[in-house]
C-alpha cells in the first residue's frame, strides 16, 4: 500500500509545499459535488490521481497555475473538452480531433491555446497524459501519469523563480 496513488500524491503534495509552489492552507480544492459533475458532464470515470488533484488544488494550485502559461483549473476544465469539439464541428476537424480524443477522454490542460493535456477516464486509478496539437492533431505520451504531469510543471516552477 506504500505505493498507492494516494500515498504518491501526498508525497508529491509534501515536496511541491516545501519548494514553496503550494501552500495547502492556500490552495483551494473542488467539492465531491464539483468533481462529480465533472464526470456526469463527459459521462467519464475520472482516475483516483486526477480526482486527488481536483480535490486539493482544483480551483487554485498555488505557483502552478499562477502566472505561467498553463490553464488546467476546475472552471476551465469543466468546458475545454465540450468547447474543442463544438469547435471542431464547426471547422469541419470533428472525424479528426473524434480520432485522437475519443468519448473516454478529457482534456485536462491548455498551454496558450493551441496545446492541449488530454486524460484517458476508463477506470484506471491514473491515466497517462496525452498531447495534441490543434493544428495537426498530432498526438502522443506527454507524461506517463498525471501525477508526472503535475511534478513536471513543479519542475518548471522551481526553475522560474517569478512564477
Not at 494550485?61 to 476544465?77: C, K, Q, S
Request: proline share 2%; glycine share 8%; hydrophobic share 35%.
Amino acid at each position: 500500500m506504500a505505493n498507492s496513488i494516494a500515498n504518491r500524491f501526498e508525497q508529491l503534495c509534501g515536496e511541491l509545499e516545501r519548494d514553496g509552489i503550494i501552500d495547502r492552507s492556500a490552495v483551494a480544492g473542488c467539492t465531491e459535488s464539483e468533481i462529480q459533475a465533472l464526470a456526469d458532464k463527459y459521462d467519464l470515470n475520472l482516475p483516483e490521481s486526477y480526482q486527488l488533484f481536483l480535490s486539493l488544488m482544483g480551483h487554485d494550485a498555488g505557483r502552478l497555475t499562477r502566472y505561467g502559461e498553463y490553464d488546467f483549473d476546475y472552471n476551465t476544465v469543466l468546458n475545454m473538452t465540450e468547447d474543442k469539439r463544438r469547435f471542431a464541428t464547426d471547422d469541419g476537424d470533428r472525424d479528426a480531433l473524434d480520432r485522437v480524443v475519443g468519448p473516454n477522454d478529457l482534456i485536462v490542460l491548455t498551454r496558450l491555446g493551441d496545446y492541449q493535456l488530454f486524460i484517458r477516464c476508463d477506470g484506471g486509478a491514473d491515466s497517462e497524459v496525452r498531447y495534441f496539437f490543434s493544428d495537426d492533431f498530432r498526438n502522443d505520451i506527454a507524461y506517463p501519469s498525471v501525477l508526472a504531469m503535475i511534478d513536471s510543471i513543479g519542475d518548471e516552477c522551481r526553475r522560474i523563480k517569478y512564477w
